[in-house]
């Protein structure tokens, strides 16, 4: 099975079990204070891969219904997540959560251990409904 499909059924899967967006990739953890350098030397490892914003508004309707976007309309909401700070991938662990079971108090601050729609959920929730209207 590939990474992709992998994580579209991952994804998918915790969707469908939580109905709530925060959750959705709420255990999708990359580490915010890494380096692009330290990011691309991860995913080199079979445990590590890359989770781009194209990658995340290509697949958003299998999770949240309706049609996929069109290209001009994914093309359009990368766009929109860079201007509004969503950085353009997330280097993510594929073998399992990190951080779980953690009483560390610094887990999603934006400056370590982060979960992707924690810190960036809603803004991509919302670009992505935007997107559509385009």
Same mark, same amino acid.
């Given at each position: ?5 992998? !994580? ?16 959705? !990739?709420?255990? +999708? ?83 370590? !251990? ?7 959920? +809603?803004? !991509? ?10």
């Amino acid at each position: 099975m590939s990474r992709r499909v992998f !994580l579209s059924a991952s994804l998918a899967s915790a969707m469908l079990l939580t109905g709530t967006a925060g959750a959705v !990739l709420g255990h +999708e953890c990359a580490i915010s204070s890494r380096s692009a350098q330290g990011n691309i030397g991860a995913v080199h490892s079979a445990r590590w891969t890359t989770l781009t914003t194209e990658y995340i508004f290509a697949s958003a309707h299998l999770f949240v219904g309706g049609e996929a976007l069109t290209e001009e309309q994914i093309a359009w909401a990368v766009e929109a997540a860079a201007a509004a700070g969503v950085p353009s991938s997330f280097t993510i662990r594929t073998d399992k959560t990190i951080g779980e079971g953690s009483a560390n108090p610094n887990l999603t601050d934006g400056r370590g !251990l982060d979960h992707i729609f924690d810190l960036y959920g +809603e803004t !991509l929730l919302g670009i992505f409904f935007a997107a559509r209207s385009q």
